[in-house]
């Protein structure tokens, strides 16, 4: 009777007791449980269907009869090298870039503010205030745009009342970028790009402002900094990783994106319209997934970069 | 970093933001106004006169109430997969220390690190080499594949704000597995699985480019909208959906910052 004997309880019993056993007993039997599901559907489903599009890739399609040849063959990723497809590549890239860059500057005051200055209601505020955007409906945010962007809508009307009409015209009538009208220029694009991809650059910018000590700043302008020496020298390359880490979902995103410049933009094509036009209706699986390859490497590159500018630690 | 009380922003940074955060919610706001413009032919603005008709016009269209039902019962059946799975690996990558842990956090981040159209367009080959016909479930075989990382990113957070010992006492303290993994483990969790569930939730209810390529005939709510985009045929109605979606997305949003708040980390961060 005595409590010495059960300092080791007796199990439940039963079999979950034994399994619950086996499993405090063999931790690597738990881990391999627990990865299973997780892997087997991440790995089977997603990459399975990753690797077999990509060894689509490597067959081409004959000329004549329209059908997929199956045997290996780089001809796929030279047809790529077109000029009107390297034309696409590019054009996704600039894109992606400009977008980028102008989200980041946009960005920037307002997570700024809201890392050093607002509190209580305000902060809420602000953090609400980037969150809605980002998680509500990508395409009801687009149609918004098209709301916006139409000759009868807001801007244009906007414009009028303001009697500048002709600076519209000014800008529309810039070769390349303008065109008949918003809506069918890039600047229409840019403009939707930027406003959907947006708070993917506020979140991880302001959360990397948050950790720069404020003593810092005020340091800086103890030693005889300018508010603007003090933000190139001192703030931006604190903010920067954060920076980095939303430029890789801001890039990435654009460069993918196949259903904005269909819907708000010029009849010339981006990466993802063209991988769409080329498994749907042109039926070219093999150039599709080549065009799929496309993004895959060029992010490969991005996230090297931003890993090493410790873009990561900022996620 | 946190100013004193006292200190001000400067003038400039203030209608920065400020101009930021208008960029941000005006045209959202323009929706609303558009669901009540009596004018049906075009997109003008001002408003000719406000109406609720189409309200009752939409509330009366069955391939709207059939969408929204497919795209209610995809999102649904896609989080609950996602829920298990997500929170079995964060349980598992947070947990312990093994060969190969970085590569699973990399495969759980990649399907929404690489463009939408990628993942898309690698199902719809993969379904038709192995002929699959496309169905209700290879849509959800799709959000589920996204939805995961949501769940892990919120549930992964809370553990490791959990302290390891916690599950040590519950186990000296003589619970078996089981009976910690119900007593300690999940009320620890429950609410970042919440939170991670909603956010799931919302984003499955909204995808669209993945669900282009693995729809086949069927039309969720966002394929509805989508084809209202490219070719508009009954412009009141899609405002009057549109401003539907944006309050359904807004409460699961607010709900989860509310579940998540009292933490440092933040929940959704890395959609």
Known sequence: MSAAAHAVLPGRGGVFGALADLLWRRPGVLLFVMLLPPVLWLGVIYLGSLFALLAQSFFSIDEFSGLIRHELTLKTYGELFRPSNLDIILRSVIMAAVVTLAAAVVAFPIAYYAARYARGKWRVLFYLGAMLPLWSSYLVKVYAWKLILAKEGILNWAFAQLHLTWLLDLVLAIPVIGGNSLSVSYIGTFLVFLYVWLPFMILPTQAALERVPVSLIEASSDLGAAPRQTFRTVLLPLALPGMVAGSIFTFSLTLGDYIIPQIVGSSRLFIGQAVYAQQGTAGNIPLAAAFTVVPIVIMGFYLWGARRMGAFDAL | ?271
């Open chain 2, 1 to 271: 970093m946190r100013s004193d009380r006292g200190s001000r922003a400067p003038l400039g940074l203030k209608i920065a933001a400020a101009a930021g955060l208008l960029f941000l919610h005006v045209p959202i706001l323009l929706i609303f106004a558009y669901a009540f413009t009596t004018e049906e032919r075009s997109y003008q603005w001002p408003p000719p006169g406000f109406t609720l008709q189409w309200f009752a016009a939409t509330w009366n269209r069955p391939d709207v109430w059939q969408a929204l039902g497919l795209s209610l019962r995809v999102a649904t059946i896609s989080t609950a997969i996602a829920l298990v799975l997500g929170s079995l690996c964060a349980a598992a990558v947070s947990g312990s220390r093994f060969f190969g842990r970085e590569t699973i956090s990399l495969l759980i981040i990649l399907p929404i690190a690489l463009p939408g159209i990628i993942t898309g367009i690698a199902l719809r080959s993969a379904f038709n080499i192995a002929d699959i016909p496309f169905s209700f479930w290879t849509i959800v075989l799709g959000h589920a594949t996204f939805c995961v990382v949501v769940v892990y990113n919120n549930a992964i957070a809370r553990f490791r704000r959990t302290s390891g010992s916690l599950i040590e006492a519950s186990m000296d303290l003589g619970a078996d597995g089981f009976q910690t993994l119900r007593h300690v483990i999940l009320p620890n969790i429950g609410t970042a699985l919440v939170a991670g569930g909603m956010l799931a939730f919302a984003l499955s209810f909204d995808e669209v480019i993945v669900t282009t390529f693995t729809a086949g005939q069927q039309q969720t709510l966002p394929i509805w909208m989508l084809e209202e985009l490219v070719r508009p045929r009954q412009r009141p109605v899609t405002n009057v959906v549109a401003m539907v979606v944006v309050l359904v997305t807004l409460l699961p949003i607010v709900a989860a910052y509310y579940l998540t708040r009292d933490g440092a980390e933040i929940a959704g961060q890395g959609k």
